[in-house]
């Protein structure tokens, strides 16, 4: 069973940056985060292989948003830079436990409790 609590979100201004953590415990296939607004539905992010760190990142955060992981995969980061308004929303940390789409929230079957980030002017 594959346990995930994540940490770091708040209020950040338009421009700065805010660093996401997402404490593991378990093993699981691969490690993500995703994020949802009121009324839309959950989006993916950024992914990380879990034994060979390889990256995937969404278009919209490609460039801004980097996620990483400690050698031992005990956390998982998400470095979000060059914050905008478009970014407010719940983050979550996700595990997926088999092979699957690393972008498909379906495919993922554990999840943190989520954590707000809110960008203002």
């Known amino acids: 069973q594959v346990q995930l609590v994540e940490s770091g979100g708040g209020f950040v201004q338009a421009g700065g940056s805010l660093t996401l953590s997402c404490s593991v415990s378990?093993?699981?296939?691969?490690l993500a985060w995703f994020r949802q607004t009121p009324g839309k539905e959950r989006a993916f992010v950024a992914a990380?292989?879990?034994?060979?760190?390889?990256?995937y990142y969404a278009h919209s955060v490609e460039g801004r948003f980097t996620i990483s992981r400690n050698n031992a995969s005990t956390t998982v980061f998400l470095q979000m830079n060059s914050l905008n308004l478009e970014d407010t929303a719940v983050y979550y940390c996700?595990?997926?436990?088999?092979?699957?789409?690393?972008?498909?929230?379906?495919?993922?079957?554990?999840w943190g409790q989520g954590t707000q980030v809110t960008v203002h002017w």
């Open positions: 996700a595990a997926r436990s088999r092979v699957g789409s690393y972008n498909d929230r379906g495919d993922y079957d554990h």
């Open positions: 378990g093993r699981a296939y691969m």
């Open positions: 990380i292989g879990w034994v060979v760190p390889k990256t």
